[in-house]
C-alpha cells in the first residue's frame, strides 16, 4: 500500500464517523498534519477535498469492483508459483471429477497442464 492509500484509507475516509464534529475534523478525524510534520493543513485540505471529487470516487468505485472479480488473491508467500499451481491443478481435478460423477465416467485422466493463458 503506497502513502496516498494509507492516508485516504486511515484519514480522509474513517471508519467510525462522530456525530459532534469540531472544525478540524470536518476534513477526517485524526490530524495527520500532527503526525506527518511535511503535511501542512491547506495541503491536507486540499488532499481530502481531492479524495471526495466525484470523477476520483468513480474511477475509485471501478477499481473495487474489479478487485472483487480476482478469482487469486496476489500471495507470493513462501510457496511462490509453485503453489498457486498446485492449488489450480487441485480446483482442474476437482472440475474433472465432478464431471465425470454427473457423466457417469469411471476413468478420469489427470487435468492438462495449466498453461500460461489459462491462469
Avoid: C
Avoid at 459532534?20 to 491547506?42: A, H, Q, T, V
Amino acid at each position: 500500500m503506497d502513502f496516498k492509500s494509507k492516508l485516504t484509507r486511515k484519514y480522509a475516509f474513517p471508519k467510525n464517523d462522530n456525530e459532534n464534529n469540531d472544525s478540524d475534523n470536518d476534513i477526517g478525524m485524526e490530524k495527520p498534519w500532527e503526525k506527518y510534520l511535511f503535511i501542512d493543513y491547506d495541503t491536507w485540505k486540499r488532499f481530502v477535498h481531492s479524495r471526495h471529487d466525484p470523477k476520483f470516487l468513480e474511477k475509485s468505485q471501478r477499481g473495487q469492483k474489479r478487485r472483487k472479480k480476482n478469482l487469486y488473491n496476489h500471495t507470493m508467500s513462501r510457496g511462490g508459483y509453485a503453489y498457486v499451481y498446485d492449488i489450480m491443478t487441485q480446483e482442474k481435478w476437482k472440475e474433472k471429477r465432478q464431471a465425470a460423477r454427473v457423466d457417469n465416467v469411471k476413468d478420469v485422466s489427470p487435468p492438462s497442464l495449466i498453461n500460461r493463458a489459462q491462469s
